[in-house]
Nanobody
Framework: QVQLVESGGGLVQPGGSLRLSCAAS????????MSWYRQAPGKERELVAG????????NYADSLKGRFTISRDNTKNTVYLQMNSLKPEDTAVYYC???????????WGQGTQVTVSS
């Protein structure tokens, strides 16, 4: 079955960096676009970044451009999110998302908590 397992979250001081990973299994990873979303307390889940199946096209939420970088390693079935210059407002649960098959079924990971605080 499809599994998306995020890791790499934690507590970091403002200005710090984290790299999140999402390990995928149960589908042909290299065939699908992957995305990162986040959800802060009391807020709706929002798109952070997306990456094409080959990794040659990326897109970002406008407010995050220049600080966050999405990448993938299709040999490891893993998508990454490098987060730099973190701010307290980046505090959220970060989720990995895949949309698979001709019906566009959506799969989410369990999320990883990122807390930016001094």
């Amino acid at each position: 079955q499809v599994q998306l397992v995020e890791s790499g979250g934690g507590l970091v001081q403002p200005g710090g960096s984290l790299r999140l990973s999402c390990a995928a299994s149960g589908f042909v990873f290299s065939s699908y676009t992957m995305s990162w979303y986040r959800q802060a307390p009391g807020k709706e889940r929002e798109l952070v970044a997306g990456i094409s199946s080959a990794g040659d096209t990326t897109n970002y939420a406008d407010s995050l451009k220049g600080r966050f970088t999405i990448s993938r390693d299709n040999t490891k079935n893993t998508v990454y999110l490098q987060m730099n210059s973190l701010k307290p407002e980046d505090t959220a649960v970060y989720y990995c998302k895949a949309v698979l098959g001709s019906w566009g079924r959506i799969y989410w990971g369990q999320g990883t908590q990122v807390t930016v605080s001094s």
